[in-house]
């Protein structure tokens, strides 16, 4: 099974930051990278599909980078609803497995 | 609107069963590969199992496989999952979540969108 890890597993932010989120595989899934958003109660939604697509409605201060085993998620002018979890998971095998997620919250 | 609506959650003694739906509306949903995804408590996110739209073609977690089972009726717009033999570390919200896809001439890429509120499953004696 291919194994996902992210780094950091939680940040501290302020609005208006830029964060960085990565993304490690441990093998090379290609572009088959997706990132999700995760509030507490609410259904995850998709950010980014294929490594670097915006997800539909998705706004473009997120965007997606990387192929084989290492990626990023950007968020560039963190916003006060972007407070959240972000999971990476690769769609290039099953088990389609997500990483461990990385908490944003507010500094 | 594309909605996908989870129900059959509740509390269950270790050993025992349940069956959670997923009411699918708003698509074809016959068209489209679904799965199950769990979170537990203070967890991240756990895939556990999916099925094509024609039913040939179903995987499952290792940690699951052979207490779980996944299905579909296709003319209800309904995918299932049967949880038995349920175990404490089952305890978790469980998705349902569509498969999308975008395909080019050389790859298609595959992603879960949209996913439901979640039903919340409890084992616990």
């Known amino acids: 099974d291919i194994q996902m890890t992210q780094s950091p597993s939680s940040l501290s932010a302020s609005v208006g930051d830029r964060v960085t989120i990565t993304c490690r595989a441990s093998?090379?899934?290609?572009?088959?990278l997706n990132w999700y958003q995760h509030k507490p109660g609410k259904a995850p939604e998709v950010l980014i599909y294929?490594?670097?697509t915006l997800g539909g409605g998705v706004p473009s201060r997120f965007s997606g980078s990387g192929s084989g085993t290492d990626f990023t998620l950007i968020i560039d002018g963190l916003q006060p609803e972007d407070f959240a979890t972000y999971y990476c998971q690769q769609s290039f095998r099953n088990p389609r497995s997500f990483g461990p997620g990385t908490k944003v919250d507010i500094k | 609107e594309v909605q996908l609506v989870e129900s059959g959650g509740g509390l269950v003694k270790p050993g025992g069963s349940l069956r959670l739906s997923c009411a699918a509306s708003?698509?074809?949903?016959?068209?489209?590969?679904m799965n199950w995804v769990r979170q537990a408590p203070g967890k991240g996110l756990e895939w556990v199992s999916s099925i094509s739209g024609s039913t040939t073609y179903i995987h499952y977690a290792d940690s699951v496989k052979g207490r779980f089972t996944i299905s579909r009726d296709n003319a209800k717009s309904s995918l299932y999952l049967q949880l038995n033999s349920l175990r404490v570390e089952d305890t978790a919200v469980y998705f349902c979540?569509?498969?999308?896809?975008?395909?080019?001439?050389?790859?298609?890429?595959?992603?879960?969108?949209?996913w439901g509120q979640g039903t919340l499953v409890t084992v616990s004696s």
């Open positions: 708003g698509f074809t949903f016959s068209t489209y590969a």
């Open positions: 294929g490594a670097s």
């Open positions: 093998e090379s899934v290609s572009s088959d």
């Open positions: 979540a569509r498969t999308s896809d975008y395909c080019t001439s050389t790859t298609c890429y595959r992603w879960f969108d949209p």
